[in-house]
């Protein structure tokens, strides 16, 4: 297996031991924690001024700072994405700018392709055939695509309730599915009755170590985009946290890199109908506890039994940030606004970023002159019906 110059294994972020990554493949083999890739940054050759005069391609432009060199990754030239400006909606929110970071334009529509890319290198890397994940139908769309270019076959999970958009696509690149009866949870049950008799690779999250680790790439990219002087405030539509896991490390290795001074306010932003992350943040737990009853038309936020919470809450409170919970109609009334406002198509789950960013300006939380980016996840294409259905509930 080839890793970078800089790698330097994977650490478990509950015992602390350290693994070397051609053995350990998933979690930790001594208590079953989260492994992390760790560095040596000082062995990171790349500086800002390589960078900038490299063109602003995909994630391998990155590969300094990631486990696998660029020769091997499985790539679609995934990220790049741009960083649009939403001046009436930085209006709405009395800051000086706000910034949507348009992830809808990934080769699958979201930015689950950033982590498929590099957790399905790491199954190609250990001689996998098959990769399986459960999945509410992004990261399902994306690891069967990437698997389709690596030549592995796919197994994915899905819950009933997953959009029509992604099912079919999980199936056009040749992915088997298994359509679950009910919501994430009862997906994610069927998939680890499965893989128990099965010679799968997972690529679930947080059960392989390199799924949060692509979704990094993110904020190298926005930290790039405004300049190397980074943004104020990231809100972020949260659901099992990867994302904002991958942003918080990437932000406190540009710092340790010293390319940025500071990093940004980290802020969960959930559905009040399934916002495990809001309520253990206001109860000042280091844990959450599971939502039993999860109801919200948000489905790549829905994750009711988040396992990895202690990561995202500490990254939340050690970056400065809050976790805020919006309702699904003021979500799905902020997609909406920004699709009229700014022209970006929004997803319907991502316009929990948005709604809980007016939520966060409501609370007193910014002061007029901030910069405050809201990560636009997925393309508003795939869940048009949903955010049409809102405009009917509002006779349009
Ligand atoms: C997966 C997903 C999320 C949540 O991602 P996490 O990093 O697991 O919190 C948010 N929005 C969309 C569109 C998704 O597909
Ligand atoms: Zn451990």
């Known amino acids: 297996m ?35 890739p760790t560095y040596d940054l000082d062995a990171v050759a790349t500086d800002r001024e390589t960078l900038e005069s490299r063109s602003f391609s995909g994630i391998a432009r990155y590969a300094d700072l990631l486990p696998f060199p660029a020769e091997t990754l499985v790539t679609m030239d995934e990220g790049a994405t741009p960083l649009v400006s939403a001046p009436d909606f930085a209006e709405r929110l009395g800051v000086d700018q706000v910034l949507l970071k348009d992830e809808g334009r990934n080769p699958t529509g979201s930015f689950k392709d ?44 899905v819950p009933s309730r997953a959009v029509f958009d992604t099912k079919a696509m999980i199936n056009v690149h040749g992915g ?46 926005i930290a790039e ?13 949260t ?29 969960a932003a959930q559905a009040t109908g399934c916002a495990p ?9 280091a844990e959450h506890e ?5 109801d919200t038309i948000c489905g790549g936020i829905e994750v009711a039994d988040p396992g990895a919470s202690r990561l995202v809450l500490d990254a939340v409170r050690e970056s400065g940030g809050t976790a805020v919970a919006t309702p699904d109609d003021e979500i799905l009334g902020a997609a909406v606004d920004i699709a009229q406002t700014a022209g970006i198509e929004m997803g ?49």
């Open 239 to 267: 659901g099992g946290g990867v994302g904002l896991v991958g942003m918080a490390k990437a932000a406190r290795e540009l710092q340790e890199l010293g390319w940025i001074d500071d990093g940004p306010a980290f802020h």
């Open 176 to 221: 088997e599915m298994t359509v679950v009866g009910g919501r994430l949870d009862d997906a994610v049950a069927a998939f680890r009755d499965a893989i128990t008799e099965e010679d799968w690779y997972s690529v679930a999250t947080f059960e392989t170590p390199y799924r949060h680790e692509g979704k990094k790439t993110m904020f190298y990219e």
């Open 114 to 157: 950033r982590g498929a890319a590099l957790a399905v290198t790491a199954a190609s890397e250990h001689g996998a055939e098959t990769v399986a994940l459960p999945s509410a139908g992004n990261a399902g769309q994306a690891a069967s695509a990437y698997a389709a270019r690596a030549g592995l076959d796919a197994e994915v999970f």
């Open 348 to 396: 319907a789950t991502c316009g929990a970023a948005a709604s809980g960013a007016l939520e966060l300006a409501d609370s007193g939380a910014f002061d007029g002159d901030e910069t405050v980016v809201l990560v636009n996840t997925a393309t508003g294409n795939k869940e048009s019906d949903i955010l049409r259905s809102h405009l009917m509930s509002q006779g349009i």
């Open 277 to 285: 992350i809001v309520e253990a943040f206001e109860a000042g737990r």
């Open 225 to 237: 985009q405004c300049e190397w002087e980074s943004p104020d405030h990231v809100v972020y539509p």
């Open 2 to 36: 080839e890793t970078t110059a800089a790698l330097t294994g994977l650490r478990c972020t509950d015992c602390g031991e350290d693994f070397d990554p051609e053995a350990a493949t998933h979690q930790c083999p001594d208590c079953g924690g989260i492994l992390d």
């Open 290 to 294: 599971p939502v039993e009853h999860p």
